[in-house]
Each structure stands twice: as structure tokens, then as C-alpha cells.
């Protein structure tokens, strides 16, 4: 008889685990997804849903959500969406809106900076997408050597103007000349010239900062503009005659290596990265670095968003998910963990503020910092651009022809997706 | 006798229509599909097979200079690997072949190499190869020998990935080329070294001919693997430095996944398959021969 009450409770037990909810994501091998799956385990407290994370480079995050888009009935219940794979993902329909859940809870969005919900929050009115973390780029220089009184003499003295953190390209320019001593293993600059992505967003912020820009507002090219020739030529020499050996093939980590092992004076990178530099384990320039924004006319933004597709199989629980992911509280934690925040609110929150003396200017690239061409077409154009951009490097591709190609090649797939 | 013979047949025919049911849904059905839809434009974002465009897709990959250099580069890479591989293979079979002591030991640090998944293979030599933090530059340093730019520079960052191809498959061909030369019987050797002949002698009058089969299936499966060397590519250059290194199957990708031009990159594996089965058509035509 004693059986019955026993069989009675595991089949109870069983009952519940049958039900309970498991949410399944890709997510990015980034520092911010090792964060979040430190708190995951009060998130399961809080709620009984269990989430799991399927961590993976970059790269192979695509290929693995296409399919399961595809689908009527996907494997992922809600997903991180690169800001170039918005629009894409959007006139696929894939997303579903949010406006229904933030309506219900009232979430508010407004504590998001604007710039990042024109990039991975907004499309049009509806919003399909939940400020994740932020990878705006900007300029790492060693705040050291700027520093250094001998430094500041010989630069003043060779070039006719204050050795100082650079707020003009130009001045910049100098500074990285004056740094590169190649016999002592030392560059101005280290770059991440590697196909396709990696060259294509990093020699976007020299064509902002040379003031020039990708199209105008009727999708109309400027990339065969003097600006942009210019910001071509500079990519080419800084290369070749002020980077390491190799910079044309390097990504961002093996770029962010040299300069964290001291071997570059500057290297313009995703501003998460600042908080790598001052980890002793991975870093033997603890403190020296200056995270700046990108000097002339600003740097280029980035951002994640939080996505629920409308093939997710458990979309109220990935809602409950990203409620708590992006409440004041967690957006917090995770930021104090070393994460990028998207949140307002938490850039002006004194802990943090205490904590990384870089929040305000970080608050100020963010809201400065300008958006890539958003399309349909977006990964295909980045293709584009990384090969050419690769080519001019090597020399294998004038830089005005390889502008030309990446000019009307925008023009070709903006027209294909009804912007022009 | 032939009423048994007949209804043998029929029974045959049964117990091997699962197997060929498998083979039909797993392999025919997808290449199918893969040549239908390369007659249309179909996008993974416009995924209604309605738009027949004929043979557009065709006409557009042909003409398009990327693909052809894609081709070429292909071609290059895969004739060097294949033949360094097999050279190398061949050698350090025949060489191995004379050990007799630890050779359960051998086979197993040759398979090393290829237990290891390619990404990894990948990730480990592009790590080795960084010009200032790998070990490579640091090595040959001692040498008096300048740091290389290994994936840098568009001909060097070619031979670089044929070499870490070598590096990675080479033990695929010693081993098969291994076991073909174990099994060949000591016999006719005895009685060539009665008539006199010398090694080199005995190796293109009895080694050749008695491996004439292996080595030609073994070219035949690297030939094959090789014009789809992807993963290499995708973790090490993707295609670069400019397109020195845009193999085929790196391109097929790239149109499938990044322009989600699925009726493009079917058209390119379609002609993809059409290139393999033109190299590999005289080799098997050989190969029949061979046996007869």
C-alpha cells in the first residue's frame, strides 16, 4: 500500500519536469553571454524555466538561426540579432513584434539610448528588438606614453603641436607615426585587417572620421567622395607602414593581442574591450589604456538585440526571459560584471559610474556614434566591401577603383531592396 | 531452374530495397532538389518556388569573375594538395612499410591528425602562424630567418593553407596507401630478387602495378574532399588575404548563407558536381580498367 503514495509523488515529479519550460538561444562566445549565464541560475529560481545557451562563434550563429526560421516551429525560443542582420530578418519576417508584450507589462524602452534603438530595437513603429549590448568602436590608446613628459617634447618638437589624447584624425595620424619604431617591435597602430567583417567595420570609422559617409538620404553612393578615397589611403598606409606584420589578415582578437601584450600604441576597436585591457590575465597594459571616441567626425555604432522569431516555441516564457535580462536590476549586474550596457540608467547609476571611470564617455560614443547602411542587403554589401577593402590593402586593387566597386555595388543592392 | 533463378532475383531485389530506399531519399532526393531549385530565383528570404528563371543562374555564375576566380584558385589548391599528399603519402608509406616493430603505434599517431575536427585544425595553425605571438615565427627566429607573414600575404597565405591541408590529410593517404602495400604477397618480390632485379625495379614492376587500385581510389577520395575544403578556409583567411585563397566551396557558402541566394549557390554546386564528375570519370574509367 505504501507504493501507491510513492508512485503517486513520482508520477507527480515526472508530471512537472514534462511541463516545465526549457528555453533554447545561439548565443555569441562574448564576454556579455558569460555573464549573463552566471545569473541564468536565479532567473530559473525566479521563474522555473530552465535556459540554455548554445555557445558559438560568430560566424557559425547564422547558418545555425537561418534554418530554424525557416521553420514552423523553430528550436530557439528567442535570439540575439547582430545589427546587420536586422534588416534581413525583417523583410524575411521573421521577427515577431514586441509591442503586445511591452504593452502587457509595461516595459519601457525609453531608458534605451535612441541610437541603439534605431539599430537593434525599432523598425519603423513597430519594436522587434531589445537593446542587448553595445560594440560602438572607438579609439584604445596607451595613455602612458601620451603622458611621458620625453614623449611630449620630441612630438612637439617634430610635428608643432601638444602631445594629448587625439581629437582630430590628423593629429591622430602624427601620433601613430611618431610611435611606430618597427626595429623595437613597436607600432602606432595595430589593425584588424581580416576579410570580411572585421576590415569592412573598422575602416568604417576612418570614413566617418574623414568625414565621409556611405550614402545619402535617398541611398545614393558616396563612397567615390574625396572623403572616402582618403579614408581608403590611410587604412592602406596605416597597414602597411605603421602595423604589425600580418595585420592584413588579423580579426579582432589576434588585433586586440598585440596591443594588449604592448606592442601598439593605439588600436581602434568594440569598446568592451577596454575592461580585456585591465584584466592582469589577459592584458600587460593594466591601466594604460584610454578608450576614446574615434577623433574627427565620430566612429561607428554596433549593437545586439534581443529578438523573440516568430517560429519560437515557448514565446511568452522567452519574453519572461528577456523582461528579466533587461530589467533595471540585471542590466545592472551584468554591467558591473564588465558588460556593455545599452540602458540609460545604467550608465547614470553612481555604482558603475564609480566602478569604470570611462562610463561617461562611453554614454557620449554612444549617442554620437553613426550607424552602418541597414538594409536587406547588409551581410552581402559587408562581403563586398571586406574583399575590396582587402584587395587595396595588399595592393592587388587601386583604392578609387575599389571604392568604385563598393559605391555601386550599394547602389545595385539598394535598389534591389527598394530603397532607391 | 530458371523460375528459382527468377524469383532468387525478385527476393534479392526485396531485401535490398530498404537500403536503396535510404540511398534514394538521402543522396537523389537533395541533389534534386538542389538541381530544381538552381532554375529558380529563390531566396531564403522569398522562399516561394515561383520564379523559374531557366538557366539565368547558370549564365550569371559563369559570368561572374569572382566564381571563375574562385574556379581557378580551386583548381590550383587542389592540385597541389593532391599531389604533394600522395608524393609525401607514398614515400612514408613505402618507408613505413619496412617497420614491422610498434606498428600499432605508428598507425595511431598517424590517425592523430585526423581525429582532429578541421575547425580545430584551423584555429591551432592560425594561432601558430600569428606573426608576432606564434610559435612559428618564433622558431624559425633562431634560424636567422625574418618573421613570415603567413596569412598576410596573398601567395604566401596560399601555400600556407596547402601546407596546413598536408599537414592534416597527408596521414589519410599513408594509411590506405599502408594498407595497400601490406597486402601485396611477398611472392613475386622472392622471385624478382632471384632474377635480379634491383629496388627500384621491383618497386615499378611489382609495387606499382599491385597498387595501381588503391592509389587510384585514394586520389579519387582526396580529389573529391579536397575541391570541398571549406572549414580551412572559413577559420583561417576567409578567402583572403584580397581572394587569394576564395575557394569554391568557401563561395558556395557565402552565396547561401550571407546572400541567402539559395537558386545562385545551387546553380554553383550543380556545376560544382558537373567539374567533380568530369575529373573523376577517366579516373574510375581507369580504374575499371585497371581491374580487368
Known amino acids: 500500500m505504501k507504493t501507491i503514495p510513492l508512485l503517486i509523488s513520482l508520477l507527480f515529479i515526472f508530471n512537472m519536469n514534462a511541463n516545465a519550460v526549457t528555453l533554447r538561444a545561439v548565443m555569441e562566445n562574448v564576454p556579455d553571454t558569460g555573464f549573463i549565464q552566471e545569473l541564468l541560475p536565479e532567473f530559473t529560481a525566479k521563474t522555473g524555466i530552465e535556459v540554455e545557451f548554445e555557445v558559438m562563434g560568430y560566424g557559425e550563429m547564422h547558418p545555425k538561426l537561418v534554418p530554424s526560421l525557416i521553420a514552423s516551429t523553430g528550436s530557439y525560443d528567442f535570439m540575439p540579432v547582430d545589427f546587420y542582420w536586422v534588416g534581413e530578418f525583417d523583410k524575411a519576417g521573421w521577427m515577431m513584434s514586441l509591442d503586445d508584450f511591452i504593452k502587457k507589462d509595461e516595459f519601457d524602452t525609453s531608458v534605451y539610448f535612441d541610437s541603439l534603438m534605431d539599430l537593434t530595437g525599432r523598425i519603423g513603429d513597430t519594436t522587434y528588438m531589445l537593446p542587448f549590448y553595445n560594440y560602438a568602436m572607438g579609439l584604445t590608446v596607451r595613455k602612458d606614453l601620451l603622458d611621458d613628459s620625453s614623449n611630449q617634447a620630441k612630438f612637439e618638437d617634430k610635428y608643432g603641436m601638444k602631445l594629448k589624447l587625439p581629437t582630430e584624425w590628423d593629429e591622430y595620424l602624427n601620433q601613430v607615426e611618431f610611435f611606430t619604431d618597427k626595429d623595437k617591435g613597436f607600432y602606432g597602430v595595430v589593425n584588424q585587417g581580416g576579410k570580411a567583417?572585421?576590415?569592412?567595420?573598422?575602416?568604417?570609422?576612418?570614413?566617418?572620421?574623414?568625414?565621409?559617409?556611405?550614402?545619402?538620404?535617398?541611398?545614393?553612393?558616396?563612397?567615390?567622395?574625396?572623403?572616402?578615397?582618403?579614408?581608403?589611403?590611410?587604412?592602406?598606409?596605416?597597414?602597411?607602414?605603421?602595423?604589425?606584420?600580418?595585420?592584413?589578415?588579423?580579426?579582432?582578437?589576434?588585433?586586440?593581442?598585440?596591443?594588449?601584450?604592448?606592442?601598439?600604441?593605439?588600436?581602434?576597436?568594440?569598446?568592451?574591450?577596454?575592461?580585456?585591457?585591465?584584466?592582469?590575465?589577459?592584458?600587460?597594459?593594466?591601466?594604460?589604456?584610454?578608450?576614446?571616441?574615434?577623433?574627427?567626425?565620430?566612429?561607428?555604432?554596433?549593437?545586439?538585440?534581443?529578438?523573440?522569431?516568430?517560429?519560437?516555441?515557448?514565446?511568452?516564457?522567452?519574453?519572461?526571459?528577456?523582461?528579466?535580462?533587461?530589467?533595471?536590476?540585471?542590466?545592472?549586474?551584468?554591467?558591473?560584471?564588465?558588460?556593455?550596457?545599452?540602458?540609460?540608467?545604467?550608465?547614470?547609476?553612481?555604482d558603475l559610474n564609480e566602478q569604470f571611470d570611462h562610463y561617461p564617455l562611453l554614454k557620449d560614443l554612444l549617442a554620437t556614434a553613426k550607424n552602418f547602411p541597414l538594409f536587406t542587403y547588409t551581410p552581402q554589401f559587408v562581403e563586398v566591401m571586406g574583399t575590396e577593402l582587402s584587395k587595396a590593402v595588399i595592393g592587388e586593387q587601386d583604392p578609387a577603383v575599389a571604392l568604385k566597386i563598393m559605391n555601386d555595388e550599394l547602389e545595385a543592392l539598394a535598389a534591389k531592396d527598394g530603397k532607391r | 531452374?530458371?523460375?528459382?533463378?527468377?524469383?532468387?532475383?525478385?527476393?534479392?531485389?526485396?531485401?535490398?530495397?530498404?537500403?536503396?530506399?535510404?540511398?534514394?531519399?538521402?543522396?537523389?532526393?537533395?541533389?534534386?532538389?538542389?538541381?530544381?531549385?538552381?532554375?529558380?530565383?529563390?531566396?531564403?528570404?522569398?522562399?516561394?518556388?515561383?520564379?523559374?528563371?531557366?538557366?539565368?543562374?547558370?549564365?550569371?555564375?559563369?559570368?561572374?569573375?569572382?566564381?571563375?576566380?574562385?574556379?581557378?584558385?580551386?583548381?590550383?589548391?587542389?592540385?597541389?594538395?593532391?599531389?604533394?599528399?600522395?608524393?609525401?603519402?607514398?614515400?612514408?608509406?613505402?618507408?613505413?612499410?619496412?617497420?614491422?616493430?610498434?606498428?600499432?603505434?605508428?598507425?595511431?599517431?598517424?590517425?592523430?591528425?585526423?581525429?582532429?575536427?578541421?575547425?580545430?585544425?584551423?584555429?591551432?595553425?592560425?594561432?601558430?602562424?600569428?606573426?608576432?605571438?606564434?610559435?612559428?615565427n618564433y622558431l624559425i627566429g633562431f634560424l636567422g630567418i625574418s618573421p613570415v607573414n603567413w596569412l598576410g600575404d596573398p601567395q604566401i597565405a596560399f601555400v600556407t593553407i596547402i601546407f596546413v591541408d598536408i599537414w592534416h590529410q597527408v596521414s589519410f593517404m599513408i594509411i590506405l596507401l599502408l594498407a595497400g602495400l601490406a597486402s601485396i604477397p611477398e611472392e613475386p618480390y622472392e622471385a624478382a630478387r632471384i632474377d635480379g632485379a634491383n629496388e627500384f625495379r621491383q618497386f615499378l614492376d611489382i609495387t606499382?602495378?599491385?597498387?595501381?587500385?588503391?592509389?587510384?581510389?585514394?586520389?579519387?577520395?582526396?580529389?573529391?574532399?579536397?575541391?570541398?575544403?571549406?572549414?580551412?578556409?572559413?577559420?583561417?583567411?576567409?578567402?583572403?588575404?584580397?581572394?587569394?585563397?576564395?575557394?569554391?566551396?568557401?563561395?558556395?557558402?557565402?552565396?547561401?548563407?550571407?546572400?541567402?541566394?539559395?537558386?545562385?549557390?545551387?546553380?554553383?554546386?550543380?556545376?560544382?558536381?558537373?567539374?567533380?564528375?568530369?575529373?573523376i570519370f577517366p579516373l574510375f574509367k581507369y580504374m575499371n580498367r585497371a581491374d580487368e
Open chain 2, 208 to 279: 606499382l602495378p599491385y597498387m595501381r587500385p588503391v592509389i587510384i581510389i585514394t586520389l579519387l577520395i582526396r580529389l573529391i574532399f579536397a575541391v570541398k575544403t571549406y572549414d580551412l578556409i572559413y577559420i583561417m583567411t576567409k578567402g583572403g588575404p584580397g581572394e587569394a585563397t576564395d575557394l569554391i566551396s568557401y563561395y558556395i557558402y557565402r552565396s547561401a548563407f550571407i546572400s541567402l541566394n539559395l537558386g545562385e549557390a545551387a546553380s554553383m554546386s550543380v556545376l560544382l558536381l558537373i567539374i567533380i564528375c568530369v575529373i
Open chain 2, 1 to 136: 531452374m530458371n523460375k528459382i533463378s527468377y524469383y532468387n532475383r525478385r527476393f534479392g531485389y526485396l531485401l535490398a530495397s530498404p537500403a536503396i530506399l535510404i540511398l534514394v531519399l538521402i543522396i537523389l532526393v537533395p541533389i534534386t532538389i538542389s538541381i530544381i531549385t538552381s532554375f529558380f530565383d529563390y531566396t531564403l528570404i522569398d522562399r516561394d518556388l515561383d520564379k523559374f528563371t531557366g538557366l539565368k543562374n547558370y549564365f550569371s555564375v559563369i559570368n561572374n569573375p569572382k566564381f571563375i576566380n574562385s574556379f581557378f584558385v580551386t583548381i590550383s589548391f587542389v592540385i597541389f594538395v593532391v599531389l604533394f599528399e600522395f608524393l609525401l603519402g607514398f614515400l612514408i608509406a613505402i618507408l613505413l612499410n619496412k617497420v614491422t616493430k610498434f606498428r600499432n603505434i605508428y598507425y595511431f599517431i598517424l590517425l592523430i591528425p585526423l581525429l582532429i575536427n578541421p575547425v580545430v585544425v584551423g584555429l591551432i595553425w592560425r594561432m601558430f602562424l600569428h606573426p608576432q605571438l606564434g610559435i612559428v
Open chain 1, 197 to 350: 567583417d572585421p576590415i569592412a567595420m573598422e575602416w568604417s570609422n576612418y570614413l566617418f572620421a574623414r568625414g565621409g559617409d556611405f550614402h545619402d538620404d535617398n541611398w545614393n553612393g558616396l563612397l567615390t567622395s574625396n572623403n572616402a578615397l582618403e579614408a581608403l589611403k590611410d587604412y592602406v598606409s596605416m597597414v602597411n607602414n605603421y602595423g604589425p606584420l600580418g595585420a592584413e589578415s588579423f580579426g579582432f582578437d589576434e588585433a586586440f593581442n598585440v596591443a594588449a601584450q604592448g606592442n601598439a600604441y593605439s588600436y581602434l576597436t568594440y569598446n568592451f574591450f577596454l575592461n580585456s585591457y585591465n584584466d592582469p590575465e589577459q592584458s600587460a597594459v593594466v591601466g594604460k589604456m584610454e578608450l576614446i571616441p574615434v577623433p574627427g567626425e565620430g566612429g561607428l555604432n554596433g549593437a545586439w538585440g534581443w529578438s523573440i522569431p516568430k517560429s519560437s516555441p515557448n514565446a511568452e516564457a522567452a519574453w519572461e526571459f528577456l523582461k528579466w535580462v533587461e530589467s533595471p536590476d540585471i542590466a545592472k549586474r551584468r554591467a558591473a560584471l564588465g558588460g556593455a550596457p545599452t540602458r540609460k540608467d545604467v550608465f547614470n547609476d553612481p
